[in-house]
């Protein structure tokens, strides 16, 4: 299984990001994709999750209405829209794969429901 994240970048408060997030080695319909950032000195924490087969959604409260997860199966991509940055949204950010039968709305931003993980993509939200 392998997760290649690209997209992060230099971006100036209230700007927007896109994520994409390309998965290998795994059939999706098993499988829920999870976005984590990491800030320097912080805990890797987990914000948003897709579930590859039907596309249902978990957001964590910091993220929603700005952060937008979805995918696109053909492509075996999936994808964070990042809106309105804030200085705070600075971190690595990651995606995860985890098996779909164990991961669910109290349990999607829990780092031991996902067993891959990509290698993670910097952004920076900066003046």
């Known amino acids: 299984v392998q997760l290649v994240e690209s997209g992060g970048g230099l971006v100036q408060p209230g700007g927007s990001l896109r994520l994409s997030c390309v998965a290998s080695?795994?059939?999706?319909?098993?499988?829920?994709i999870g976005w984590f950032r990491q800030a320097p000195g912080k805990e890797r924490e987990g914000m948003v999750s897709?579930?590859?087969?039907?596309?249902?959604?978990y957001y964590t409260d910091s993220v929603k209405g700005r952060f937008t997860i979805s995918r696109d199966n053909a492509k075996n991509t999936v994808y964070l829209q990042m809106n309105s940055l804030k200085p705070e949204d600075t971190a690595v950010y990651y995606c995860a794969a985890g098996w779909a039968g164990t991961i669910g709305p109290r349990s999607f931003t829990g780092r031991l429901q996902y067993d891959y993980w990509g290698q993670g993509t910097q952004v920076t939200v900066s003046s």
């Open positions: 080695g795994f059939t999706p319909d098993y499988y829920t």
């Open positions: 897709i579930v590859l087969s039907d596309g249902i959604t």
